[in-house]
């Protein structure tokens, strides 16, 4: 292989260097840091934080004042046009158009997220990042154990594609969880906005609420899928440690 591809001899250490440290941190958290961390994930679901029965705990108060309501009757009412806007139809009739509160600043101040939520949301988040390098680090050590292609005897290199194919779908879920978080603030930010300007629309402070609950929900369902795939992973790579390690027997040649 030398004399079809030169390779400086330095280079070569330091990757072989690089090869043997994911190698020992991937069997290192195969062995040890993914059954640790499956049993403190299951030790987390019995936390009282993430077992609230009665949701109304998780709310929080939305200080938005309900302005007076303002009477509407016709145009000789004194009304100038910043309070009541007219818009001709197409047959000649007037309709009176009300706009919503203008919203120059918040009364209380900057209006405060869901405490509740933001501190489980902030135990959650380093457990998500945690498993997303963890699976790229073990990805990675049996990638680099897969051999060179050759016909016949891939039995065991199939079983290693297999491996990769579950740890690269376990990151992706993992930075699907990232991205419902996220969505979750850009949707309440909205509804919290449309309170401000519709303030006497109590649909609106309903569906805030509603949004809280099911983002509680959604979070325990995430930690208990955590922990799921750590038990899944340590199973599935203990269960074919001998393929993943050695895809390829050394007496191959004699079933021939």
């Given amino acids: 292989m030398s004399s079809l591809l030169k390779v400086d001899n330095e280079i070569k250490t330091k990757v072989d260097a690089f090869r043997e440290r994911i190698t020992a941190e991937a069997e290192n958290l195969v062995a040890s840091f993914f059954p640790k961390k499956l049993l403190e994930l299951d030790q987390f679901l ?16 939305i200080n938005l004042t309900v302005p007076d309501p303002i009477l509407l009757s016709n145009l000789h009412d004194g009304l100038d046009s910043q309070n009541a806007k007219k818009r001709k139809l ?47 680090t073990v990805k990675m050590w049996v990638q680099l154990l897969i051999p060179r292609i050759e016909d016949g005897n891939n039995f065991g290199v199939s079983i290693q594609e297999e491996t990769v194919a579950e740890l690269r779908t376990v990151e992706g879920e993992a930075a699907s969880y990232l991205d419902q978080i996220s969505r979750y603030y850009i949707t309440r930010a909205k509804l919290v906005s449309k309170i401000a300007k519709y ?58």
């Avoid at 077992?51 to 705990?57: A, F, S, T």
């Avoid at 047959?91 to 939520?117: A, C, I, Q, R, W």
């Fill in 46 to 61: 019995k936390e009282p934080i993430i077992n609230i029965v009665e949701l109304k705990e998780i709310h929080s108060d």
């Fill in 90 to 136: 197409d047959d000649g009739d007037v309709e009176d158009k009300v706009t919503g509160t203008k919203v120059f600043v918040m009364p209380g101040g900057m209006m405060k997220s869901n405490g509740n939520l933001v501190d489980l949301i902030e135990k959650v988040k380093p457990e998500i990042r945690t498993l997303i390098e963890k699976c790229n």
């Fill in 199 to 256: 303030p006497h629309v109590e649909d609106y402070r309903r569906t805030v609420t509603e949004i809280d609950e099911k983002e509680y929900i959604s979070l325990k369902i995430i930690v208990s899928e955590l922990r799921n795939q750590y038990v899944a992973l340590h199973d599935m790579i203990l269960k074919n440690i001998e393929k993943i390690k050695r895809p390829r027997s050394s007496n191959a040649e004699a079933l021939y």
